[in-house]
């Protein structure tokens, strides 16, 4: 009989990037060092140095690594299995909004807070931050423009309307980055509802509580 096969250990690249997720949503870039990175994630500094040339790389990585998490996240959520694309769109709103829970540091956007940070200090972290945040809105845009056409909306472009979600979706986190922590949730989610109201409106959708 072949022996049961172990999972594989995180390699140190690995673990690296998971500890800059979690402490970067908790304290931000600028005030995570790299001897809290390596301390977190079990590795030496110079472990850290063979992966990442610099902290600058290191937070380029970090997004693209937040970057593909969150999209295998999006991917296989229930929202897809809509027929109808207004209600996919309805539904991708109703998944962030179940996504909001707890301390805002667990429902935080990485490349949000590091764009917040770095838009100006880093070229590179800052094109990275923006391929992630608009992914999220490139991803609606064909099931905007379907629902466009379906329901005769005019006077806007599918690709406005994607940025738009991702604007209140940022937003929604920054406000909430201003509550105490009993707080912040409901703030971020009250704003998703407004989200959600707004696309039921102009597409002329009866309004019904979402599911979440």
């Not at 140190?12 to 994630?41: P, Y």
């Not at 937040?66 to 299995?81: D, G, I, K, S, V």
């Not at 940070?117 to 800052?126: D, N, Q, T, V, Y």
């Not at 379907?146 to 979600?165: C, D, F, K, P, W």
Request: with cysteine; net charge negative; glycine share 6%.
């Amino acid at each position: 009989m072949n022996a049961i096969r172990q999972p594989s250990k995180p390699s140190a690249r690995d673990r690296l990037l998971e500890a800059a997720v979690e402490l970067v949503r908790e304290q931000g870039f600028a005030g995570t060092s790299v001897e809290q990175l390596c301390n977190e994630a079990g590795v030496t500094k110079g472990a850290f140095f063979h992966h990442f040339p610099s902290k600058e790389a290191l937070g380029v990585a970090v997004t693209e690594f937040w970057t593909q998490t969150t999209e295998r996240l999006f991917a296989e959520a229930p929202y897809h299995r809509h027929s109808d694309p207004l209600d996919r769109i309805l539904g991708y709103i109703d998944f962030r909004v179940a996504l909001v829970g707890g301390p805002v540091e667990k429902f935080s956007c990485v490349a949000g807070t590091l764009i917040q940070e770095s838009f100006r200090a880093s070229p590179a972290i800052r094109d990275a931050c923006e391929d992630s945040i608009m992914s999220n809105a490139r991803a609606l845009e064909a099931n905007i423009a379907e629902a466009m056409a379906n329901h005769g909306v005019t006077g806007v472009t599918a690709e406005s309307l994607a940025r738009h979600v991702q604007t209140v979706i940022q937003g929604s986190i920054i406000l909430a980055k201003t509550q105490e922590e009993t707080g912040s949730a409901e703030l971020a989610r009250e704003a998703l509802g407004h989200l959600r109201r707004y696309f039921e409106f102009i597409f002329a959708r009866p309004h019904q509580e979402s599911e979440s």
